[in-house]
């Protein structure tokens, strides 16, 4: 069966836990490298590794502001990996929505109703 | 259709590399929604979705037993999932694996609890897989069926303008 987009690239950026970590603090806010290096409690040359992989795939976009490198998050490219975990969410819905009506069922039994209806 | 104001709505959430985390609130006792998950003919009623036909639902709830269930899309495609259960604590807790005969290899460990008191119950759904790659098939197999339903869906359309 054919894989889709799970192993392009930024699903495999977004694959590494410190990545994530990266992206969760963008999405408060732009920051400047520093201020994510302090937070993370990694070193510089790690921080600025992750944040290159999240450059390429576009998860991320730069701007310098003096002598700083601003980091922000591109929301547009998250969207592809937000949808594909929602539709997921969608078909266990579907199923708990079925299930509802089906405890309603059992709740009425239990309180000596014959049922009306559905 | 009734509506459930007061239910929740499934949130699924992927707290590592490989694992899923489905949660849900039902607006019913532990005790129910314990009894819906683990018997077969309820598990027949609400597990398809209304997507197929349940053929199978199998549950030999016990430390070692076995559980399968399979279900018929209306389009004709059988989806297989089976498993044993590891651990049981009556309305609270299910410690099971998880197979879909689709991919044997990608075998999953699922915790299921159910949590609340009174009126309420939140469902959670904790699936552990062995690697991404696995946990990411299981995630684009869920939408097969989605899938599955639109082409179903499209079929049934072209037969009606025929």
Redesign the interface.
């Known amino acids: 069966m054919a894989r889709a987009a799970t192993t392009t690239d930024a699903f495999n950026a977004v694959a590494e836990p410190r990545r994530r970590e990266i992206l969760e603090l963008l999405a408060r806010g732009e920051r400047p490298v520093n201020d994510l290096v302090a937070r993370l409690r990694l070193g510089q040359p790690q921080v600025s590794k992750h944040l290159r992989v999240l450059r390429e795939v576009g998860l991320v976009d730069v701007r310098d502001e003096g002598r700083q490198r601003v980091y922000r998050l591109n929301g547009r490219r998250l969207k592809p990996i937000h949808d594909w975990v929602k539709r997921f969410e969608r078909s266990w819905e579907e199923r708990f929505v079925v299930l509802d009506e089906l405890l309603e069922e059992l709740k009425g039994e239990e309180r000596g109703d014959d049922g009306d209806g559905e | 259709?009734?509506a459930?104001a007061n239910?929740g709505?499934?949130?699924?959430?992927?707290p590592?590399?490989t694992q899923?985390l489905?949660t849900?609130e039902?607006?019913?006792?532990k005790h129910?929604?314990y009894?819906?998950w683990t018997t077969p003919e309820?598990i027949k009623?609400?597990?398809?979705?209304?997507?197929g036909e349940a053929t199978v639902a199998e549950v030999d709830l016990r430390v070692g037993g076995k559980w399968r269930y399979v279900m018929v899309t209306d389009g004709g495609f059988e989806v297989g999932f089976h498993g044993e259960y590891r651990e049981i604590v009556e309305n609270e807790r299910i410690v099971s694996t998880e197979v879909y005969e689709?991919m044997p290899e990608g075998e999953a460990l699922n915790t299921i609890t159910f949590t609340g008191t009174g009126e309420r119950t939140k469902l959670t759904i904790l699936v552990q897989h062995s690697c991404?790659e696995h946990r990411?098939?299981h995630?684009?197999s869920?939408?097969?069926?989605?899938l599955q339903d639109a082409l179903d869906l499209l079929e049934q359309v072209a037969q009606s303008l025929g």
């Open positions: 259709m009734t459930m239910s709505t499934a949130v699924v959430t992927l590592t590399d899923i489905i849900r039902f607006a019913a006792p129910l929604v009894r819906a309820l009623r609400w597990w398809t979705a209304r997507r689709g991404r990411d098939a995630i684009e869920g939408m097969e069926s989605g």
